[in-house]
């Protein structure tokens, strides 16, 4: 057994009472509680204020000196099997309908050994970067899948014990509903995806589609996990129509709807009825603010120069959490032709959407996007939690508070792994071009 003393974890990731701000500190501020945590192989097995009580005889203990610790994080949305492709399918114009031109020629690359080695290098990275949960969509249809779902069941077993992996099977409604359904379904049950997935557009027979692929995850009996209104067309609302087809069909699965960006555009009783229909069928949100910002607003004066954004794609963060909607943020794509950058980094993700967001006013609630948030989506109680039963993945950050993290986000972190640290050291580029 090992105990870590002064840890400083934000409320939102612990245990009650742990998770009640201590009188005469100001939870707008500054929402975390000294905790010593107290770890038996790989699991926590108690919690308590910090100094509340001596170290047995025989404990191991490490003073982490009133670091702020976060719990192993939750990235409930990525593409492994596009990760890493830039260097041979740059998308200069970083427009989403060229990306998707881009990454289509370039699938005819996407062979077992380099699917494998792509998705696990963004697995290293995520690992390092203090990750113990992905969930991942696969290309599904028009010619791919097969090898793409295969490398990450494999992926799901080499990493178990330390990464939990999800996948989702992505594909067009349109396709989905006429020809290839049994081809994706059976890719579902036999390499164990855990959702379908797919991109539905504004169209007359979306109602449909939607009851078709509803029925589809139940006969296979999973989640459904959708990219939604991922424009700043008013127009669109696929998520309101997912959340009328969940309840039509009354669903029984966990479902997820991911990006939303529309909804931002739309008339504020417009929207928030929506929301209230989202709350109703218990569909969990998704945000991809990093990825959404690389790929929306852009444009280009008459003359062709770059102009300047003026729409930047983030959904009603704020109004979810305040219904108490599970919200959760993402990597999404990483070093492809859908965004250049990104390191399956959640802490990345969780500084810049509390920026991008204006999450600051609603501080206590904002590691939930990172951690308990996913959880709650990706069906992993135990997880995004420093409580006992919870795994003893933990995020010794450098800072002491919530404003030197969010003033100093890329400060070198430490990983602690059961009784022990572990590397915290990133995989080297070069390694993507090896054998």
Request: aromatic share 6%.
């Amino acid at each position: 057994m090992h105990l870590y003393r002064n840890a400083r974890v934000p409320l939102v990731c612990l245990p009650a009472p742990l998770n009640r701000p201590v009188e005469g500190s100001d939870p707008r501020v500054e929402p975390w509680r000294a905790c010593d945590v107290l770890v038996d192989g790989d699991r926590i097995t108690r919690v308590t204020p910090a100094g509340a009580e001596p170290p047995a005889p025989g404990v191991g203990v490490t003073d982490l000196g009133h670091a702020m610790v976060l719990p192993g994080l939750l990235d409930v949305h990525t593409h492994l099997d596009k990760a890493h492709t830039w260097h041979r399918a740059p998308n200069p114009t970083g427009e989403f309908w060229d990306a998707i031109k881009v990454l289509g020629a370039d699938s005819v690359n996407w062979t077992d050994k380099d699917l494998h080695r792509r998705a696990s290098f963004a697995l290293r990275c995520a690992w390092a970067n203090g990750t113990n949960a992905v969930r991942t969509h696969v290309d599904s249809g028009g010619g791919v899948g097969a090898a793409g779902h295969a490398v990450m069941a494999r992926l799901r077993e080499e990493w178990a014990g330390r990464i939990t992996l999800q996948t989702v099977a992505l594909c067009g409604l349109d396709g989905f509903v006429n020809g290839n359904a049994g081809d994706i379904m059976n890719l579902v049950a036999t390499h164990q995806a855990t959702a379908l997935g797919g991109f539905p557009q504004p169209n007359p027979d979306l109602p449909r589609q939607l009851d078709y692929l509803l029925a589809a995850a139940k006969e296979l009996g999973v989640g459904v996990d959708l990219h939604v209104d991922e424009s700043s067309l008013v127009h669109a609302e696929c998520l309101r129509a997912t959340a009328e087809a969940v309840l039509r069909n009354q669903f029984p699965y966990p479902v997820a709807c991911g990006h939303n960006c529309s909804l931002a555009v739309q008339p504020e009783a417009r929207a928030l009825d929506t929301l209230s229909l989202v709350k109703a069928a218990g569909i969990g949100i998704i945000s991809l603010p990093l990825c959404n910002l690389y790929l929306q607003g852009r444009g280009y004066s008459p003359e062709g120069a770059p102009a300047t954004p003026r729409w930047r794609g983030l959904t009603l963060l704020h109004e979810f959490m305040e219904a108490g909607v599970p919200v959760a943020c993402a990597s999404d794509n990483v070093r492809d032709a859908f965004y250049a950058w990104g390191d399956l980094d959640m802490v990345e993700v969780y500084t810049q959407s509390v920026r991008l967001g204006h999450l600051d006013t609603r501080l206590e609630a904002s590691p939930s996007v990172a951690t308990t948030g996913p959880a709650a989506i990706m069906g992993l109680p135990t997880h995004g939690r420093v409580a006992p039963g919870s795994p003893a993945d933990l995020v010794v950050l450098a800072a002491t508070t919530f404003n030197e993290l969010l003033a100093r986000p890329a400060a070198r972190r430490r990983l602690i792994r059961g009784e022990t640290f572990r590397s915290a050291e990133v995989p080297a580029y070069a390694e993507l071009f090896g054998g």
